[in-house]
């Protein structure tokens, strides 16, 4: 069983910044991929960045390129999601998520993730 905490979400104006984090526990990190959803009212939930065990593997959603930085620290058990250059647009529940997988390929549907934390809200002002 793996444990997901978000943190970071909150308030920001449009061109802001925030840094998303995401701890785990439970099972080793490292052997984990690990991706960042997010879902708007009204939408369905998206993948909005993804990063393979090793960090060496990254996907990004089109709307978040040269936008959002996803990392990790296995040190840390930690996954991060920088976001830079935040619109309105990126207002939604952020949710971190992760699956049993070491593979490279990391661009993996929402219902192959294994663990999901709580959500944490952005909410970017105009």
């Known amino acids: 069983q793996v444990q997901l905490v978000e943190s970071g979400g909150g308030l920001v104006q449009a061109g802001g910044s925030l840094r998303l984090s995401c701890a785990a526990s439970?099972?080793?990190?490292?052997?984990?991929?690990m991706g960042w959803f997010r879902q708007a009212p009204g939408k369905e939930r998206e993948l909005v960045a993804a990063?393979?065990?090793?960090?060496?593997?990254?996907y990004y959603a089109d709307s978040v390129k040269g936008r959002f930085t996803i990392s990790r620290s296995n040190a840390k058990n930690t996954v991060y999601l920088q976001m830079n250059s935040l619109k309105p647009e990126d207002t939604a529940v952020y949710y971190c998520?992760?699956?049993?997988?070491?593979?490279?390929?990391?661009?993996?549907?929402?219902?192959?993730?294994?663990?999901w934390g709580q959500g944490t809200q952005v909410t970017v002002s105009s």
């Open positions: 998520a992760a699956e049993r997988s070491t593979s490279s390929y990391v661009a993996r549907p929402e219902y192959e993730y294994d663990y």
């Open positions: 439970g099972r080793t990190f490292s052997s984990l991929l």
């Open positions: 990063i393979s065990w090793g960090g060496g593997s990254t």
